[in-house]
């Protein structure tokens, strides 16, 4: 379907506005809501494209600017040596209170988006994968998908970079999809290893997948990227969201609640 992509809000957190990029379909009804997190460099041209493909699949998706206590807004940085040294400072400079503050604000503002069903997601890229998994510990998210997460298992985000994801386990409720590539140095096959213990030492929920990949095999600019590998992995993201939040394009009532047909 046809969507909008060039609308933004500055949703309130406890550390000021927070630019927030909205993609959703443009045909009237209501769809779930899918909160995504970028990787390091903020909401570059492939993370509107990850954006763009979402929403055109039936979903009203939020893109929030990671580190908008600390850059003006609109700021993207570039994927160079520069950019990614910038990234990675403001990764653990940031308390992990701010992140995870930031995600109540966003999923709250997607509960209550006109077009919405109220139902929701999340979905995160890189340190955005590390994010989408604490976002994922919300109540009424009822699905999660995190590609190649970074620091979970050395408990590295956030100022101090100690952070707590691994000891919060139980507290996702939804269903989680965790994809990895083997060939990422990143997230190397022990740091795997725990966390999929930890997964399944809570009775999480989850499906595991690892693949042939490097890091950022999903980003569709630069040399590491893999499209058939990332068309593979969309699909499985996007039956993981349909099962669980349920179709999109509910015919709005008079009341502002679904009908009772679909299309």
Request: hydrophobic share 40%; with cysteine; charged share 20%.
């Amino acid at each position: 379907m046809t969507i909008t992509d060039n609308e933004f809000t500055d949703i309130p957190t406890p550390s000021g506005p927070m630019r927030t990029y909205v993609f959703r379909p443009t045909a009237p009804g209501r769809y779930p809501g899918l909160l995504l997190y970028s990787e390091i460099f903020q909401v570059t041209g492939p993370i509107r494209r990850t954006a763009a493909l979402l929403a055109g699949h039936g979903f009203v998706v939020a893109v929030p600017e990671i580190y908008h206590e600390f850059e003006p807004a609109g700021t993207v940085l570039p994927y160079d040596t520069a950019g990614a040294e910038r990234g990675n400072a403001l990764k653990t400079t940031k308390p992990v209170a701010g992140y995870d503050a930031d995600s109540r604000a966003a999923l709250e503002y997607l509960r209550a988006h006109p077009q919405g069903t109220g139902r929701t997601g999340v979905i995160g890229i890189c340190i955005g994968g590390h994010l989408a998994f604490r976002a994922a510990m919300n109540p009424g998210v009822a699905a999660g998908v995190c590609f190649y997460a970074t620091d979970i298992h050395k408990r590295g985000l956030g100022q101090g970079m100690n952070d707590n994801s691994l000891d919060r386990v139980a507290e996702i409720k939804g269903e989680l999809l965790m994809i990895w590539g083997r060939q990422d140095p990143h997230v190397p096959a022990e740091g795997r290893a725990k966390i999929h213990a930890a997964l399944a030492a809570a009775g999480t929920h989850f499906t595991w997948h690892e693949f042939n990949g490097a890091h950022a095999f999903l980003r569709d600019e630069g040399a590491r990227y893999d499209p058939e590998l990332a068309l593979q992995c969309y699909g499985l993201a996007l039956g993981l969201f349909r099962r669980k939040l349920g179709e999109g394009d509910w015919r709005a009532t008079a009341t502002g609640g679904p009908s009772e047909t679909r299309h």
